[in-house]
Each structure stands twice: as C-alpha cells, then as structure tokens.
C-alpha cells in the first residue's frame, strides 16, 4: 500500500490547501517528531508531511528534508493507503467547511473589533460632554452670582431716599423755587 507509485505526486498536485487558507488543521507533529525512523537517499531522517491538496487530503507522506532544493534526492513515499472517492470527497467537504468557518469567525471578529471601537467613541464623546456640561453649569452659577449682585445693587439704589436721580430733581425743584423766588423780589 505504500509508495510513490499509488498515488499523484506531490509536484504535480493542485495547490488547493494551499491557496490562501492554509491547512485547515495544524499538524500534530513536527515533520521529525516520529519513530521508527525513515531515511531518505541521502541517508537523512526524512519529513513526515501531511498532504493537503485536492488530489489526496489529509494523506501523510515522507519526502526527504531537502525537497525543492538544488541538493533533493527525490525521496517520496505515502503512508496511507488511497482515498476511495466517497472519502476524499467528505475530507475536502470538511475542509471546505472549516476554511468557510474560519473565515466566518474572521469577520465576526472583525465586527466585534468595530463595535469596541465603537463603543470606545461613545465614552470618549460622553466624557467630552459630561466635561461642557460642567463647564456650562460653571457659567450658569457665575451669571446667577452676577444677577444676585445686580439685583441686590438695584433694590439697594430704590430703597435710598435720596438715590442719585432723586438728587437731581432735588436740585432742579430747589433751583427753580430760589429762581422764581430771586425773580419776584428783584422784579417783584
Ligand atoms: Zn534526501
């Protein structure tokens, strides 16, 4: 069951996993975290990879540790058996189905991020106004300090009896009366 044979080559496989989502589960273990060990051609430790292309998703695979480099052997050899068609068909359903999941979460997340933005706004602005409103209500207690003064100063002015205006007109009546007065005893 096992060998390049069984199945498409690596190279030659769609990059399905691989176009902007990622693999839809993380791997396991690291790519040399296995036992017993499996060397390549060149006499290495090969990578135990999980393949996530449309062709075989979800199939482990050794390949040696240089692959896509000047110095790869070529090594290549799957660990599971073939997929039957109903089975590759419900692993890329399930894959399609987590990415559509992620990308979903995504952007709850992302409208969660604007609504605290949001909400981050509304209390800046609350504060904002809570500050005018005490600045406002500063005004207000000094114009009502200011009218409490006037007002106090205008019953003072009309309670005098000889207020500045009554002083005048004082003056004005006294003034004719000695005038009228001088003008009979002089023309009199
Ligand atoms: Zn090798």
Same mark, same amino acid.
């Given at each position: 069951m *096992?060998?390049s044979?069984?199945? &498409?080559s %690596? &190279?030659?496989?769609?990059?399905w $996993?691989? !176009?902007?989502h990622? #693999?839809p589960?993380p791997?396991?273990?690291g #790519?040399f975290e296995?036992? @017993?060990?499996?060397m390549?051609?060149?006499?290495?430790k $090969?990578?135990k990879l999980?393949?996530?292309?449309?062709e075989?998703p !979800?199939?482990?695979y050794? /390949?040696?540790? /240089?692959? /896509?480099?000047?110095?790869?052997?070529g090594y290549f050899?799957?660990?599971?058996?073939t997929?039957t068609?109903?089975m590759?068909k419900?692993v890329?359903?399930?894959c399609?189905?987590i990415?559509k999941?992620?990308?979903?979460?995504?952007?709850?997340?992302? %409208?969660?991020?604007n609504?605290e933005?949001?909400?981050r706004l509304n209390?800046?602005?609350m504060?904002?106004?809570a $500050?005018k409103c005490?600045e406002?209500?500063a005004? %207000?207690? *000094?114009l009502a300090?200011?009218?409490?003064?006037?007002?106090a100063?205008a019953?003072k002015? $009309?309670r005098? @009896?000889? &207020?500045s205006?009554s002083?005048?007109l004082c003056?004005y009546?006294l003034?004719?009366f000695f005038?009228?007065v001088?003008?009979v005893?002089?023309?009199?």
């Amino acid at each position: 069951m *096992e060998g390049s044979g069984s199945h &498409s080559s %690596q &190279s030659s496989s769609s990059t399905w $996993a691989t !176009g902007g989502h990622g #693999p839809p589960l993380p791997y396991r273990e690291g #790519p040399f975290e296995y036992e @017993p060990v499996v060397m390549c051609n060149c006499r290495m430790k $090969a990578a135990k990879l999980t393949s996530w292309t449309e062709e075989n998703p !979800g199939l482990r695979y050794y /390949r040696c540790r /240089r692959a /896509r480099t000047g110095s790869d052997c070529g090594y290549f050899e799957w660990i599971d058996g073939t997929h039957t068609s109903y089975m590759k068909k419900l692993v890329v359903d399930l894959c399609k189905m987590i990415w559509k999941l992620k990308e979903e979460n995504g952007e709850l997340l992302q %409208q969660l991020k604007n609504v605290e933005e949001l909400k981050r706004l509304n209390n800046d602005l609350m504060m904002e106004n809570a $500050a005018k409103c005490d600045e406002l209500n500063a005004i %207000q207690k *000094e114009l009502a300090e200011r009218d409490a003064i006037l007002e106090a100063m205008a019953k003072k002015s $009309a309670r005098g @009896p000889c &207020s500045s205006v009554s002083w005048i007109l004082c003056a004005y009546v006294l003034g004719l009366f000695f005038g009228v007065v001088l003008g009979v005893v002089i023309f009199g």
